[in-house]
């Protein structure tokens, strides 16, 4: 029962664009129209019984009232950010969600702004509402730089979240060069989100093939399960013929059965292409060379790519067990 839990403020997953967490009143009903001033969608509240017990609410607002420094922060301005700084603003002023100005900043890829506030004392691993931090905010807007700066300022690459990692974050904007940085700093491959499940299961529910191949190229678990369900579940999902022939490629399990029982087949159309390339590895599994191949890059662990470059084999082997 959501009204018998003091204070208690619901999480929207994969809150990206600025918007604030609604917070729930006690003893409401908590539908559609039981929030303070306005509804989930942004529109003004109606409803008389609220306004009946309106003058009884503090006033601390539903949308979350920003400060300056979150409004030059997000917006990019960055002469003045540097006057708020200058004039003794606190660049760590949360607001109701939790979110900083380096929140702001790094959500929206503003480099020049994150440097500011880092510059002035910004918490670096500051927490919002939902765990994230400024560095989970950086990756999904996809911004290299950004990324960079928080990580020359000491930003954990593995904070401890339940959500999603930076990781997560960067394989759900597709961001392969923020992914290659992160892991390049290691970043756990396996981190998992009670959501989501691991960062290959969300680049594969995108679509992000070049993620993808970063991810398998650095060790990622080709095979990792959240709820029995694979990549190559979300590979047939999304019926993407090349994502599902990199998974096999990789040792994707065509056989493996999710919570439902279902096959990664199970998902797809019949006489569609996707259907075809699974029925076409069904009934030809993968050569001796390929299963080597496989069975190597896993022995080969996390980073298998530098180990295999050392090899004193000839330069073709090496291309192969690339997958060049």
């Known amino acids: 029962d959501v009204g018998s839990i003091p204070g208690l403020v619901r999480k929207i997953p994969w809150r990206r664009k600025w918007q604030s967490t609604p917070v729930f009143l006690l003893g409401?009903?908590?539908?559609?129209?039981?929030?303070?001033d306005y509804s989930a969608w942004g529109h003004e509240e109606l409803d008389t019984a609220?306004?009946?017990?309106?003058?009884?609410?503090?006033?601390i607002g539903f949308w979350v009232e920003r400060t300056p420094v979150h409004e030059a922060a997000q917006r990019g301005e960055t002469r003045q950010l540097q006057q708020l700084i200058e004039s003794?603003?606190?660049?760590?002023?949360?607001?109701?969600?939790?979110?900083?100005?380096?929140?702001?900043?790094?959500?929206?890829?503003?480099?020049?702004?994150?440097?500011l506030l880092l510059a002035a004392g910004a918490q670096v691993?500051?927490?919002?509402?939902?765990?994230?931090?400024?560095l989970c905010d950086a990756c999904a807007s996809g911004s290299v730089e950004c990324v960079k700066l928080l990580l020359s300022y000491g930003a954990k690459v593995n904070?401890?979240?339940?959500?999603?990692?930076?990781?997560?974050?960067?394989?759900?904007?597709?961001?392969?060069?923020c992914v290659r940085l992160l892991i390049d700093v290691g970043a756990n491959l396996?981190?998992?989100?009670c959501h989501f499940g691991t960062p290959l299961h969300v680049a594969c529910a995108r679509e992000h093939l070049d993620c993808v191949k970063v991810l398998l190229n650095a060790g990622a678990n080709v095979n990792a399960a959240k709820l029995h369900e694979t990549a190559l579940h979300h590979a047939a999902k999304v019926k993407n013929v090349d994502l599902i022939?990199?998974?096999?490629?990789?040792?994707?399990?065509?056989?493996?059965?999710?919570?439902?029982g279902r096959k990664p087949s199970d998902y797809t159309w019949a006489s569609s292409a996707p259907a075809r390339c699974l029925e076409h590895y069904e009934k030809t599994p993968l050569s001796l060379s390929q299963l080597c191949r496989v069975s190597l890059r896993r022995a080969a662990g996390v980073r298998g790519l530098e180990k295999i470059a050392r090899l004193d084999i000839p330069p073709r082997l090496i291309d192969f067990l690339s997958y060049n």
């Open 28 to 36: 409401k009903s908590h539908g559609q129209r039981s929030l303070a």
């Open 50 to 59: 609220e306004h009946t017990h309106r003058k009884d609410i503090p006033k």
């Open 88 to 115: 003794g603003a606190c660049v760590n002023q949360v607001t109701v969600d939790s979110i900083t100005p380096l929140h702001a900043a790094s959500l929206q890829g503003q480099v020049q702004c994150v440097q």
């Open 125 to 134: 691993d500051a927490r919002n509402i939902d765990g994230s931090t400024p």
């Open 159 to 177: 904070p401890p979240l339940y959500t999603a990692s930076p990781l997560h974050e960067a394989c759900m904007s597709g961001s392969s060069e």
């Open 190 to 193: 396996e981190a998992h989100d």
């Open 245 to 260: 022939e990199m998974l096999i490629q990789f040792g994707g399990n065509i056989y493996a059965r999710d919570n439902r």
